[in-house]
């Protein structure tokens, strides 16, 4: 698989996952629909993994990948289902989009990265477009408050979770990465679930909730997992963190062109905005070394 290939393909999942956890949370409760789409994803992983040949690796540096991966796949996720009951998604995907500038900061001292002035330049003027996006919904008062907090806990661990595993450096197969992750995170799962006073699982087809565990569990947590894991292993860690800057706003093309809803002139303004904060944060350097080489006549 091409770098690109599940660079785009990452995008395209999580541009559809806010939406799954909203339909799944309504249908099944957060611990419980969490825990289903973990228990789901994990012996499809595994099958993969058999069907294709690929050993489990149970070497020390393997096991730290799969630790980080695993409190990676439980804290920021479940934030975020719990967030969903406190906050509307706009404010939820702007404040995910602080996750780039979040990982170039920590790579500093991590990973000894340092922060280009026209990343973070970048970085800035895509936060702006994202607040231009989402201005209509960033309504925060003492009823919110919680569900901010919660998610920018999650918006940091998910950062700092992405910059460990670059600095371990397991270089275990991505399927192997997934499937360690998945196998640390389904107890944590189980045992919130439990803690929260294990509501029993109750099936109904015609839900759309019930659907919507069965993607993410596919999509979502299998194919999403393995292409993150991929890039991760080949990109800086604040390149793939540059994903959750572009996501919300092909979810909401999304929304405009499968549920008829409005593109105003704040959303092509911020639309435009991350399209220049792209611009700077990956060919910046290009762009301003071209400007200092002089004409010649």
């Known amino acids: 698989m091409s770098v690109p290939a599940a660079y785009l393909a990452v995008i395209a999942i999580w541009s559809t996952t806010p939406l799954g956890i909203s339909w799944s949370s309504e249908s099944l409760g957060p611990e419980l629909a969490a825990l289903t789409r973990i228990a789901l994803a994990l012996p499809m992983v595994v099958t993969v993994a058999w069907a294709v040949g690929i050993p489990m690796v149970w070497r020390?540096?393997?096991?730290?990948?799969?630790?980080?991966?695993?409190?990676?796949?439980?804290?920021?996720?479940?934030?975020?289902?719990?967030?969903?009951?406190?906050?509307?998604?706009?404010?939820?995907?702007?404040l995910w989009g602080l996750t780039p500038l979040l990982s170039a900061l920590l790579a500093r001292p991590l990973l000894g990265d340092a922060i280009r002035p026209t990343a973070l330049l970048g970085l800035l003027?895509?936060?702006?477009?994202?607040?231009?996006?989402?201005?209509?919904?960033?309504?925060?008062?003492?009823?919110?408050?919680?569900?901010?907090?919660?998610?920018?806990?999650?918006?940091?661990?998910?950062?700092?979770?992405?910059?460990?595993?670059?600095?371990?450096?397991?270089?275990?197969?991505?399927?192997?990465?997934?499937?360690?992750?998945?196998?640390?995170?389904?107890?944590?799962?189980a045992l919130t679930w439990w803690l929260q006073g294990a509501e029993p699982l109750q099936w109904q087809w015609q839900d759309r909730g019930v659907w919507a565990v069965i993607y993410l569990a596919v999509m979502g947590s299998v194919v999403g997992f393995f292409c993150y894991f991929y890039i991760l292993q080949r990109l800086r860690a604040a390149s793939v963190a540059l994903i959750t800057l572009i996501c919300p706003v092909f979810a909401l093309l999304l929304g405009h062109l499968l549920n008829a809803e409005v593109l105003t002139g704040k959303l092509?303004?911020?639309?435009?905005?991350?399209?220049?904060?792209?611009?700077?944060?990956?060919?910046?350097?290009?762009?301003?070394?071209?400007?200092?080489v002089p004409l010649r006549v």
């Open 268 to 292: 092509l303004l911020g639309a435009g905005l991350i399209g220049l904060a792209l611009v700077c944060y990956h060919w910046g350097d290009r762009l301003k070394l071209r400007s200092l």
């Open 125 to 189: 003027i895509g936060g702006g477009g994202l607040a231009v996006i989402f201005s209509e919904d960033l309504v925060i008062d003492a009823s919110t408050l919680p569900g901010v907090f919660i998610l920018l806990l999650g918006v940091l661990l998910y950062s700092l979770c992405g910059v460990l595993l670059k600095r371990v450096n397991s270089e275990t197969h991505p399927i192997n990465q997934t499937a360690g992750a998945l196998l640390v995170a389904l107890p944590c799962y």
């Open 60 to 94: 020390r540096r393997a096991w730290a990948g799969y630790s980080i991966g695993g409190v990676m796949i439980y804290a920021p996720m479940y934030c975020t289902y719990l967030a969903a009951g406190y906050l509307p998604s706009g404010l939820i995907s702007l």
